[in-house]
Nanobody, 123 residues
């Protein structure tokens, strides 16, 4: 069973930056496809960005150019650097993992999830 633990959320002013981390248990982390999703109360979980084993990435249009995903296989950790934050980026951010090698964007494509970390951007 893969376990994911997010950290790094918090309160930031519009235009500011945050870096989220997701620590992953498991001996084959380097082969996982990792993604970040976000969810507001009463809304569906929304895809943000994904990275696969070869460091190929795919971003949602809403964060492209502002957010950057990266991974450190030595630390079993994936990161989400969020710059130029906007109030509409306020959500709970979830880390997700799958052993499938392709760049997936749907919630159903990921079998392992973290508990989420709150990001709040004030105007």
């Amino acid at each position: 069973q893969v376990q994911l633990v997010e950290s790094g959320g918090g309160l930031v002013q519009a235009g500011g930056s945050l870096r989220l981390s997701c620590a992953v248990s498991g001996r084959t982390f380097s082969s996982y496809t990792m993604a970040w999703f976000r969810q507001a109360p009463g809304k569906e979980r929304e895809f943000v960005v994904v990275i696969n084993w070869s460091d190929s990435t795919y971003y949602s249009d809403s964060v492209k150019g502002r957010f950057t995903i990266s991974r450190d296989n030595a630390k079993n950790t994936v990161y989400l650097q969020m710059n130029s934050l906007k109030p509409e980026d306020t959500d709970v951010y979830y880390c997700a993992a799958t052993q499938r090698p392709w760049l997936k964007t749907k919630v159903a494509d990921f079998g392992s999830w973290g508990q989420g970390t709150q990001v709040t951007v004030s105007s």
